[in-house]
């Protein structure tokens, strides 16, 4: 029998929870990674700068959540006082209760989780999650200036 890879099955129960988040999304007319963003906002506000690397978003697709945000009226944007340049993101009155929403979803399937694990499921989950992360952020197949050889020939 064929042994699951670490990130196969990251891969395909994150494919299951993002599916799900969506449905549930959807129920509200929106997505995932609109209630994402909405709690990923401070309540303060939050510059779009830091938004992005908060979110792993690249700059362009992290803007076009900000315009459908706004169209939206969940957000809106002030200058940064500190730096004039800058855009702070603060969420609306309906963007605050639409952050309720969301966060509601995300307590609910976690108390679900809850439900079906004992501590110590829940704890070495936790554990072998951050042992993994740990891994990922360090992990280097390819050293820098190493020359690559394969034995399969290349038509």
Same mark, same amino acid.
């Given at each position: 029998m !064929?042994?699951?890879?670490?990130?196969?099955?990251?891969?395909? %129960?994150? @494919?299951?929870?993002?599916?799900?988040y /969506?449905?549930?999304?959807?129920k509200? =007319?929106?997505t +995932?990674? #609109?209630?994402?963003?909405?709690?990923?906002? =401070? @309540?303060?506000?939050?510059?779009v700068?830091?938004l992005?690397?908060? +979110?792993? +978003? =690249?700059?362009?697709?992290?803007? $076009?959540?900000i315009?459908?945000?706004e169209?939206?009226?969940?957000?809106?944007?002030?200058?940064?006082?500190?730096?004039? $340049?800058?855009v #702070?993101?603060?969420? %609306?009155?309906?963007?605050?209760?639409?952050?309720?929403?969301? !966060? /509601?979803?995300?307590?609910?399937?976690? !108390?679900? #989780?809850?439900?079906?694990?004992?501590?110590? =499921?829940?704890?070495?989950?936790? !554990?072998?999650i951050?042992?993994?992360?740990?891994?990922?952020?360090?992990?280097?197949?390819?050293?820098?200036?190493?020359?690559i050889?394969? %034995?399969?020939? #290349?038509?």
């Amino acid at each position: 029998m !064929k042994k699951e890879t670490y990130d196969y099955a990251l891969k395909s %129960t994150w @494919q299951l929870v993002s599916n799900m988040y /969506n449905r549930e999304a959807l129920k509200f =007319e929106s997505t +995932m990674v #609109i209630g994402f963003a909405l709690l990923s906002i =401070e @309540q303060k506000g939050s510059s779009v700068t830091d938004l992005g690397p908060k +979110m792993g +978003m =690249e700059s362009t697709s992290l803007s $076009r959540l900000i315009n459908t945000m706004e169209e939206r009226k969940l957000i809106k944007r002030n200058k940064n006082p500190k730096d004039g $340049r800058g855009v #702070i993101i603060k969420l %609306t009155k309906f963007g605050k209760l639409k952050r309720e929403d969301s !966060k /509601n979803v995300v307590v609910g399937f976690n !108390k679900e #989780i809850d439900k079906k694990l004992n501590n110590k =499921e829940i704890k070495n989950f936790h !554990k072998v999650i951050n042992r993994i992360s740990e891994v990922a952020k360090k992990y280097e197949f390819f050293k820098k200036g190493a020359v690559i050889m394969t %034995t399969k020939k #290349i038509k």
